[in-house]
């Protein structure tokens, strides 16, 4: 990772990523069994720390059923090859409530569409650091009776 005063400008720019991703808005904001065929979303910038988080949430049981993706940074350190270099993560979760899994108008699960959509926009990009966002892993995360999704990570490489 570069500088730490860059981590800022890289979560940002992520999230406006995030946003500028009509696909990735829809799944996440229409909770409806084929959120593609739904308008856009005009101002998809209301998403932020609604829908999209840049820091680990878990969504509350208690309110309705939706999608929440959250980004963030972990994992930095020295580079393994090159000591003027940083290394570091970073990790999108993925959380969707267990009824809005199945999207019987797509014959798609949303996680996994979500998951397709964020590695679209990262994988084997030059979207931060100096060399190209490669994917490293995807698990699965349960988060409570109500919720579950993914957690999927990318390798970054900044100037030390």
């Not at 019987?104 to 966002?133: C, H, Q, W």
Request: include cysteine; charged fraction near 25%.
């Amino acid at each position: 990772m570069a500088k730490f005063e860059q981590v800022n400008t890289y979560i940002n720019d992520t999230m406006l990523l995030l946003i500028n991703n009509q696909n990735l808005c829809k799944l996440l904001e229409y909770s409806v069994d084929d959120p593609f065929q739904e308008l856009d979303i005009a101002e998809t910038d209301t998403l932020l720390y609604n829908k999209i988080y840049p820091f680990p949430k878990v969504p509350k049981t208690e309110t309705e059923k939706s999608s929440t993706l959250c980004v963030f940074f972990d994992d930095f350190r020295l580079g393994s090859d090159n000591r003027g270099t940083k290394e570091g993560t970073i990790i999108f979760n993925v959380i969707v409530h267990n009824d809005l899994w199945r999207m019987t108008g797509t014959g798609m699960l949303r996680p996994y569409a979500i998951l397709s959509e964020i590695d679209n926009i990262f994988n084997n990009e030059r979207v931060m650091g100096i060399k190209k966002v490669q994917f490293d892993k995807a698990r699965f995360l349960y988060v409570n009776e109500n919720y579950s999704g993914y957690q999927v990570s990318y390798s970054i490489t900044s100037v030390n």
